[in-house]
T-cell receptor, first 112, second 113 residues
């Protein structure tokens, strides 16, 4: 079964606005990762946050992790039309041997 | 630097036919993975290879076999294709098996009729 559940499934905003996506998971993790997928393309890694970290930044991206609630959020600030894509969280579980398990994704549309 | 290369990009098969999807990475990564992506299902792990010489089942291994031919190459074989295997297949690699990002190929769109 899927490890991550993402919310919302779809999000439509205007350019310049912030976009927030959430991910919940079920088991203990080593880390949680976020990926972007442009239409018809492969996934591109955005950011990795370890289980002992609470917040991480990369450019306009801010990721938080709450291991007590088993949840993470991805914030994209000052969105651009080029941010239009699907965003996936993926968990690297403590009990596994390196399997990355993906959520179902959030489709983000940024209107110019 | 090509990264992860998958061939073919598109394929149409008839039910019962077999085929092999090829994947090669040039980043000297130890671990490689095969995922399938279906609408509304996200990515599901089919098989993975933590290191050269080892392979393990993922979430949805039924109907597939894999071969880690060498450190660079990891192939996925469908012995008898079924319409339920219509999907987009992604190969990925990572430097090691845990606590690291994965690098993805561009995908193979497979249709089984």
């Amino acid at each position: 079964s899927q490890q991550g559940e993402e919310d919302p499934q779809a999000l439509s905003i205007q350019e310049g606005e912030n976009a927030t996506m959430n991910c919940s998971y079920k088991t203990s993790i080593n880390n949680l990762q976020w990926y972007r997928q442009n239409s018809g393309r492969g996934l591109v890694h955005l950011i990795l946050i370890r289980s002992n970290e609470r917040e991480k930044h990369s450019g306009r991206l801010r990721v938080t992790l709450d291991t007590s609630k088993k949840s993470s959020s991805l914030l994209i600030t000052a969105s651009r039309a080029a941010d239009t894509a699907s965003y996936f969280c993926a968990t690297d579980r403590s009990s596994n041997t390196g399997k990355l398990i993906f959520g179902q994704g959030t489709t983000l549309q940024v209107k110019p | 630097n090509a990264g992860v290369t998958q061939t073919p990009k598109f394929q149409v098969l008839k039910t019962g036919q077999s085929m092999t999807l090829q994947c090669a990475q040039d980043m000297n990564h130890n671990s490689m993975y095969w995922y399938r992506q279906d609408p509304g299902m996200g990515l599901r792990l089919i098989y993975y290879s933590a290191s050269e010489g080892t392979t393990d089942k993922g979430e949805v291994p039924n109907g597939y076999n894999v071969s880690r031919l060498n450190k660079r190459e990891f192939s996925l074989r469908l012995e008898s294709a079924a319409p339920s295997q219509t999907s987009v297949y992604f190969c990925a690699s990572s430097p090691r098996v845990s606590n690291t990002e994965a690098f993805f190929g561009q995908g193979t769109r497979l249709t089984v009729v």
